[in-house]
């Protein structure tokens, strides 16, 4: 139970008072999808592309080293990414082509580029939403995200998600106990018979107390919508610090559009 | 002429859906000020009874007045302002991410100014003796600390009345005893759900016993408690060794 001491979600957040920390929230998220999507719309075949990767890549470091969030954590933010590489490892293998020959083995040419390419792209905004993660609450978050106008049923979602997964996981931790301390051990193929039901017992336990909460809101006068807190004017040196990373980029785009 | 009562629950009857019936026709007067216990065993109709006071169950036979205004759909905002529910576990009452935002919910549903959310939020967290935990997320503090936290969010809505389900339940003894200080000092009224005779002794001067969806007893707490054939029926039972002829 000690993994869940202190919040699952929470885990991500890196305490600090960095310029980046202290950036109002939906303007990193503005930023962070803005940098991804000038990223993205980078071609991959041209011959510029690695150079304005690496322009890219200098200014997401940079942006980590002021937020003073670490090597460290940048890398290991990099593993949610697995899944992307092991798509981009299968590219060179399976697409068509001119073929050339890398170690023995015959590869296509255009897969090359484009694994290369869909690595470099997810690394960039990979890199760019951990160093948002590190610097961000994830309640800041969903203040951001609302005032980004997210409609606000999903807004409600991802609190509640974020206030229960904690509560949940203990309920789960303490049938676990339960079990284990009647001599349970989930090692075999039968002992899904006894993780089913308990998957189930966990859902219906979850549907009640969605039901009982949803009970304490009404009775505190809830009526549809959460009621916000007021809403700071952001001044415009905000806005500016917060759009250098994707306007930095952009300008990296452009000058590789313009010289290639 | 002197205040309404702050509850008043005149011949109230229900049935769920399911045809369950649960209450058969309930009386009970709180005057303003008072702290009562309502008593009963279980499937008693305790809980069906406090779902009525601030309308979330309606339908039945029989009217609930909280402090001259009837709980009717047209009033539900105002009357939920006026009967404060204190659930049993309080992490079904506490759902925002922070307790300071979780205790501005039902001032900011009121369409309170935030200057005035805020300050009420600060004086509802001090009258809970949870100064300066507004920051902080609920899953950081204590069990005792979250139920005290639960009662700030209804007091911040400077409720008639308050009303809480099993107030004592899961608390450590040191946990019991703070929450008995914060409750003696609150100067509204009271209506505790509880098992806990004792408790009921300690902070309510008068008790209601419930059961099978009536009123079977109305008294004086002391009275009511030394009186072992009306709790031997009821199946309610004083812990081994407490006797309430000799608690000052």
């Known amino acids: 139970m000690a993994a869940v001491h202190g919040g699952v979600l929470g885990a991500a957040y890196l305490a600090g008072s960095s310029p980046v920390h202290r950036l109002p929230p939906h303007l990193k998220l503005v930023a962070v999808l803005g940098f991804a999507l000038v990223v993205v719309a980078t071609p991959v075949h041209a011959d510029w592309a690695w150079a304005a990767h690496g322009g890219h890549l200098a200014l997401v470091l940079l942006a980590a080293a002021v937020a003073g969030v670490g090597p460290a954590r940048l890398a290991r933010g990099l593993a949610i990414e697995v899944p992307f590489v092991l798509f981009a490892v299968l590219l060179p293998f399976v697409a068509q082509g001119p073929r050339v020959e890398v170690a023995g083995l015959a590869l296509s040419e255009s897969g090359l580029v484009a694994a290369g390419g869909l690595l470099a792209k997810a690394t960039l905004s990979v890199l760019a939403a951990v160093v948002l993660a590190a610097t961000t609450e994830p309640r800041a978050l969903l203040a951001g995200l609302e005032r980004l106008r997210l409609p606000a049923l999903l807004v409600q979602i991802l609190m509640f998600m974020m206030r229960y997964t904690d509560v949940v996981a203990g309920e789960l931790a303490r049938m676990r106990v339960a079990r284990e301390s009647r001599g349970f051990r989930g090692r075999h193929l039968g002992a899904l018979r006894v993780l089913g039901p308990a998957a189930g017992s966990l859902f219906v336990r979850s549907y009640e107390r969605g039901e009982r909460v949803h009970l304490a809101m009404l009775s505190r006068g809830y009526a549809g919508r959460l009621p916000g807190g007021p809403a700071p004017a952001v001044p415009a040196r905000a806005w500016l610090a917060a759009l250098a990373l994707p306007l930095g980029a952009a300008a990296v785009l452009a000058t590789g559009l313009l010289l290639g | ?248």
């Open chain 2, 1 to 248: 002429m002197s205040a309404p009562p702050s509850l008043l629950v005149e011949d109230l009857a229900f049935a769920y859906p399911d045809g369950h019936q649960a209450l058969y026709g309930v009386d009970l007067r709180v005057d303003r000020g008072e702290r009562v216990a309502l008593l009963g065993p279980n499937g008693a109709g305790k809980t069906t009874l406090v779902l009525h006071l601030n309308g979330i169950l309606t339908g039945g036979r029989g009217a609930v007045t909280v402090a001259g205004l009837p709980v009717q759909r047209a009033h539900l905002p105002e009357v939920r302002r006026r009967v404060g529910i204190v659930f049993q576990d309080p992490d079904d009452q506490l759902f925002m991410p922070t307790v300071g935002e979780d205790v501005a919910f039902g001032p900011r549903n009121l369409g309170l100014p935030e200057d005035e959310v805020r300050a009420r939020v600060d004086a509802a967290l001090a009258q809970v003796g949870m100064t300066g935990a507004a920051g902080r997320p609920p899953h950081h503090l204590s069990f005792g600390q979250r139920r005290r936290v639960a009662v700030a969010t209804v007091l911040s809505m400077h409720p008639e009345v308050l009303v809480l389900d099993e107030p004592s339940s899961n608390l450590d003894p040191a946990g019991r005893r703070e929450l008995a200080e914060v409750l003696a000092a609150l100067p509204v009224t009271l209506l505790m759900v509880t098992h806990d005779l004792p408790y009921a002794l300690q902070l309510c001067p008068r008790s209601v016993v419930l059961d099978g969806g009536v009123v079977v007893a109305d008294g004086p707490t002391r009275e009511l408690l030394t009186d072992t054939d009306l709790l031997a029926r009821h199946r309610l039972e004083l812990p081994y060794g407490f006797d309430p002829r000799t608690v000052p």
